[in-house]
Nanobody, 114 residues
Framework: VQLQASGGGLVQAGGSLRLSCAATGINFNLYRMGWYRQAPGQQREWVADISRSSGTNYAESVKGRFTISREMGKNTLYLQMNSLRPEDTAVYYC?????????WGQGTQVTVSS
C-alpha cells in the first residue's frame, strides 16, 4: 500500500495550491479518504474527508477555502486550497480508511508566507 502525496510548496498568503495523493495497492473505491495536517510543535489535525460516495466534511478553519475531491479512475485524492493563510503552514498527510484498516501517506510540506 502506498499513498504518495504531492503538490506542496511555498506560496504567499492569499494564494492557492492543489495537493494530490495517488493511491496504489488498495481498492481506492472502497476507502474513505482524508487530509490531515501537522504544524511544527503541534498535534496532527483533521482537515477534510470524503466518503466513497463523495460526501465531504471540513474542519471549520478551512471551510469555504479548501475543497476535497477524489477521482476514482485515477485512484487519486485532491485538496484544492484557496485563500491560504500563514496558519495553514504544515505538513499535509493523506489518509485512507476502510473499517479498521488505516493507511497514511508520507506528507507534503505547505508553507504560506505573510
Amino acid at each position: 500500500v502506498q499513498l504518495q502525496a504531492s503538490g506542496g510548496g511555498l506560496v504567499q498568503a492569499g494564494g492557492s495550491l492543489r495537493l494530490s495523493c495517488a493511491a496504489t495497492g488498495i481498492n481506492f473505491n472502497l476507502y474513505r479518504m482524508g487530509w490531515y495536517r501537522q504544524a511544527p510543535g503541534q498535534q496532527r489535525e483533521w482537515v477534510a474527508d470524503i466518503s466513497r460516495s463523495s460526501g465531504t466534511n471540513y474542519a471549520e478553519s478551512v471551510k469555504g477555502r479548501f475543497t476535497i475531491s477524489r477521482e476514482m479512475g485515477k485512484n487519486t485524492l485532491y485538496l484544492q486550497m484557496n485563500s491560504l493563510r500563514p496558519e495553514d503552514t504544515a505538513v499535509y498527510y493523506c489518509k485512507a480508511v476502510r473499517g479498521t484498516i488505516v493507511n497514511w501517506g508520507q506528507g507534503t510540506q505547505v508553507t504560506v508566507s505573510s
